[in-house]
């Protein structure tokens, strides 16, 4: 299929551009190409996609569930009951209504944790978004429930269909949740496999004095002595970070995936943006789940990200509008489709087309600076992954039919 966008606006100058198949073919001032599809790009901007660096997609369904509680009595009070309830067909309807919000506000690519993983792969690939997904793993230090989720994780990597597009990784929660032994396994399996890892790092002070009377030292301290960090783990959170542990996880080139709405919400705490940045750690962003935060709009979580490391710091320059959107669009995680987040010939036609004509995105003195702390998910009019039109004019086929799903599923869970 062949789809030719006409003088949208890239890198500032209007281009037309060429897609055929799956990769960009050409972006040129003019050209005179037969397609499939004509877009009219001239009063749009032509952008990659955004990066979610770390969510938990089917919580969608707990979206407004639980709110204005702190993070354990959350989780086991709330969340962790609720999820039980859950089965698979919920967590497909949930991640396609996940899949429809990201699409819809210019998400095209995450890293995701959840239950019931072969719903999630099945929902991902039929809405046609990519992916790094990972089954929860938590043992509770529990031997038998350990050796059960290791049999688990080895099944779901070696018979679940796994494409170019949606791919496994490993995701041990917690170091509260999950045991030394566990987490030596998952780092042995990620290695031998060459598959990328997701856990949950640092999130609160309790989780750190919890590591310090388990284990004698800090949680990066610890995964770091039992040889777990390296350039292949998402670190999520990462909030209490001594600076050795900063300087180890440069050193072991761990990308953090921060989530500053829901540590905002959760009270979990300040991320020490500055003192990453300055130590040269890769920092991505990532929405976390709906029952924590409660979107998945990368939009919101970039102007949060610039806002709140202004006023915690007292320094206006601190988290520029260029420094977010970075993170929220490189291609930091490179163990996620290396062909993406650029818009160049010859890379793949993964492109998100803003409406420069919301008026959210008016007067345009600068357009990055529009994109973090004006524009909302709603500027984006068009996407395009792989070459396919995943929404245009706003508009996402099945749709409708998506939301009478998840109100449908949502009565059966709470009457269960």
Not at 4 to 27: C, E
Not at 57 to 77: F, P, S
């Amino acid at each position: 299929m062949k789809i030719l966008i006409k003088q949208g606006l890239l890198n500032g100058q209007p281009v037309d551009l060429l897609v055929d198949g799956k990769y960009i073919a050409r972006i040129d001032s003019n050209i005179e190409e037969d397609a499939d599809v004509t877009i009219d790009a001239s009063d749009k901007a032509i952008l990659p996609p955004y990066v979610n660096a770390h969510t938990h997609a089917a919580m969608t369904l707990l979206r407004g569930y639980a709110d204005d509680m702190e993070l354990m009595d959350w989780l086991q009070n709330k969340i962790w009951p609720l999820e039980a309830k859950l089965t698979e067909e919920d967590i497909y309807v949930g991640t396609k209504l996940a899949c429809l919000e990201m699409i819809k506000s210019g998400t095209a690519y995450f890293v995701d944790m959840y239950w019931h993983l072969p719903g999630i792969v099945k929902a991902v690939e039929e809405m046609g978004l990519k992916a790094l997904l990972s089954g929860v793993i938590i043992d509770s230090f529990d031997e038998k429930q350990a050796e059960a989720m290791q049999k688990k994780n080895e099944k779901l990597f070696k018979e679940l269909k796994w494409s170019d597009n949606v791919q496994f990784c490993l995701g041990p929660h917690a170091i509260y949740t999950v045991s030394e032994k566990s987490l030596k396994w998952v780092r042995n399996f990620a290695t031998e496999h060459k598959i990328p890892i997701t856990i949950h790092l640092s999130e609160t002070e309790y989780v750190v004095s919890e590591c310090e009377k388990r284990y004698g030292m800090r949680p990066v301290e610890f995964l770091d002595s039992i040889g777990f960090l390296g350039s292949d783990v998402i670190a999520a959170h990462c909030v209490h970070l001594s600076d050795k542990e900063i300087e180890i996880l440069k050193r072991d080139q761990v990308i953090v995936a921060h989530n500053p709405i829901s540590n905002m919400k959760l009270c979990s705490g300040v991320m020490p943006f500055e003192r990453l940045s300055k130590a040269g750690v890769e920092i991505t962003l990532g929405t976390d789940g709906c029952s924590s935060n409660n979107n998945l709009n990368m939009a919101d979580e970039m102007k949060m990200m610039a806002l709140i490391h202004k006023s915690a710091s007292g320094n206006p320059k601190l988290a520029s509008a260029d420094e977010v959107y970075a993170c929220a669009t490189d291609n930091r995680i490179k163990h996620l489709f290396p062909e993406t987040g650029k818009i160049e010939a010859g890379k793949r036609a993964d492109l998100i087309l803003v409406d420069l004509t919301h008026p959210q995105m008016q007067p345009n003195h600068n357009l990055i600076s529009n994109l973090v702390y004006s524009g909302t998910g709603d500027v984006v009019d068009t996407m395009i992954i792989d070459g396919k039109i995943l929404m245009q004019d706003k508009h996402v086929t099945d749709e409708d039919e998506i939301r009478q799903q998840v109100k449908k599923t949502v009565q059966e869970i709470l009457s269960r």
